[in-house]
């Protein structure tokens, strides 16, 4: 069993900062990629931002220069450091990731339980 538990988010006037993390923890041999998403009212859940075990990041395009994601492999942890916040940003955001239980490899997605920003105008 893997659990993903996500920390930070709140309440941040425009143009502030907020910065979101995502512990792993359980039975994990290995984590892939991880991610951020966001889900605004009423609109599908969307990709913020992922990055891979060794570092390399992606992300959309309405947060690129704004948004930073990193990751601790030591700590299993997975970071969304959010600048110049927008009310348009407003969304609970979810962390994911890509773990493998066993030797095998074979991985299964993971979500945290969500949490969720605000950003006042």
């Known amino acids: 069993q893997v659990q993903l538990v996500q920390s930070g988010g709140g309440l941040v006037q425009t143009g502030g900062s907020l910065r979101l993390s995502c512990a792993a923890s359980?039975?994990?041999?290995?984590?892939?990629?991880m991610g951020w998403y966001r889900q605004a009212p009423g609109k599908q859940r969307e990709l913020v931002a992922g990055i891979t075990s060794s570092g390399s990041t992606n992300y959309a395009d309405f947060v690129k220069g704004r948004f930073t994601i990193s990751r601790d492999n030591a700590k299993n942890t997975a970071y969304l450091q959010m600048s110049s916040l927008k009310p348009e940003d407003t969304a609970v955001y979810y962390c994911?990731?890509?773990?493998?239980?066993?030797?095998?490899?074979?991985?299964?997605?993971?979500w945290g339980q969500g949490t969720q920003v605000t950003v006042s105008s």
């Open positions: 994911n990731a890509a773990v493998a239980t066993d030797y095998s490899g074979r991985l299964s997605g993971y």
């Open positions: 359980g039975s994990i041999f290995s984590i892939n990629g």
